[in-house]
């Protein structure tokens, strides 16, 4: 590789994501079906559409402030207290980003100094550990377990904390397992976290994909509230995820840090698409709970076939994904995935592409329509005839 030796290292040694290297050959083959992509298929509601057409057509098309436009700012604050009954201030405790995304990379460059531990359940989405290595953090994953339904429990987290612990990646309901965490199962770990001033990131793209009961937040602890870091977005809830917009709730201290970062490297995110945001959160209340429906109808046919098939399915209780485990056919993640996608045609992502307690399972999004989820089924039926 040229420029090896001049370009930083950490950037030369980070993995490519497993979950791209995986698509990048998928893409270039015929007949393909790929249940890989975390990504909703509904067309973003017309409403929400409208309303981006509209800002582009009365030209709203400036820059807008840093933190994004105050009706946003105030909507996304209305929002989690309507939903989720935690109140925040639109002036100081909210900034709009460019996605989730933008939102995780901000956050962990401001709080990391070279060296700070930033403990990770995994499996996890591969975004995480990539930019805690690029902020100088160190990745100390823990295993979130199948028979602890993929939850963080007390024990495990305990285990992880030494002096260096900075924070922790909370992400529920979560990529790729489904696994939520309940107000109790938070309630168990808040007192580690409060005790070792450990902050909590907990990023709740998934919030509105949680099918039995309401969504719970760690932000609901008082006494943790102000290291808590709540980080959402429109992406999956709305199926809006062309449009970038995400956000970042936190302390007002940490706020005004976080958007130093924000205001030199990205200015403000999209204007027409945070008109389009706008109209999302204040009106499209029904628009999630339809498409959070069609997906748990998704969920229950696809965890009941693939347990038919003879993958062991754990039910999962959020997201939409499904983590079956493959250790019945003796294959390794990769070995299974390749294979299946050489004989088969068919592409999905292999567990250990979310950190190495994903080996044994693949991950499966069914955020694809009933059709393409039973040609999925049936080409695993026939490989696992000769794999199983
Ligand atoms: C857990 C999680 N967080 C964040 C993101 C990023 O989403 P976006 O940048 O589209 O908001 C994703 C996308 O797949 C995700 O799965």
Redo the contacts with the bound molecule.
């Keep these: 590789m040229m420029f090896e030796e001049e370009i930083n290292q950490i950037v030369r040694n980070l993995k490519p994501s497993g979950i791209r290297k995986f698509f990048d050959i998928a893409a270039t083959r015929k007949g393909v079906v790929s249940l890989g992509v ?2 909703p298929d509904f067309i973003t509601p017309w409403h929400i559409r409208e309303a981006a057409i509209y800002a582009i057509e009365k030209g709203r098309t400036f820059y807008t402030g840093n933190k994004g436009l105050p009706a946003l700012r105030k909507g996304i604050c209305d929002y989690y207290r309507r939903r989720f009954g935690i109140s925040f201030d639109p002036e100081e405790n909210a900034i709009v980003t ?7 990379d901000i956050v962990l460059r401001t709080l990391l100094k070279p060296g700070d531990e930033v403990i990770l359940p995994t499996p ?2 591969v ?1 995480y550990a990539a930019i805690i290595e690029m902020a100088e953090g160190k990745v100390v994953e823990v295993e979130l377990k199948e028979e602890d339904r993929f939850k963080l429990t007390p024990e495990v987290l305990e285990k992880a904390v030494t002096a260096r612990t900075k924070a922790i990646i909370l ?1 529920f309901p ?2 790729p397992t489904g696994g939520i965490m309940t107000h109790d199962d938070y309630a168990k770990i808040v007192p580690i976290l409060k005790k070792h001033h450990i902050f909590a990131v907990t ?1 709740e ?2 919030a509105e994909l949680t099918y039995e009961g309401k969504h719970s937040s760690i932000a609901e602890f008082d006494e943790i509230r102000d290291q808590t870091i709540v ?1 959402n ?4 809830a709305y199926s809006m ?1 062309g449009y ?3 956000y970042i709730l936190a302390h007002k201290d940490l706020i005004s840090m976080i958007l130093k970062i924000h205001q030199y490297t990205i200015m403000c995110a999209t204007t027409p698409s945070q008109y389009a945001a706008i109209e999302a959160v204040n009106n499209g209340d029904n628009d999630i709970a339809e498409m959070a429906l069609s997906f748990k109808q998704r969920r229950n046919y696809i965890v009941k076939e693939l347990n038919r098939i003879g993958l062991k399915t754990h039910m999962p209780e959020g ?1 939409f994904y499904v983590f079956p485990s493959i250790k019945v056919t003796g294959l390794s993640s990769e070995e299974f995935c390749e294979k299946l996608l050489d004989e088969e045609n068919l592409a999905l992502v292999p567990g250990n592409a979310f950190g190495q307690a994903g080996e044994g399972y693949v991950r499966i999004s069914y955020a694809y329509s009933l059709d393409e989820i039973k040609i999925a089924i049936s080409r695993l039926e026939s490989f696992l005839k000769n794999h199983g």
Aim: aromatic fraction near 10%; avoid cysteine.
């Design positions: 975390g990504e460019v996605g989730g995304s933008e939102a995780i996890a989405y975004a992400n979560g990529n990023d793209i998934y980080i977005g429109f992406s999956k995820t970038r917009v995400g997201a």
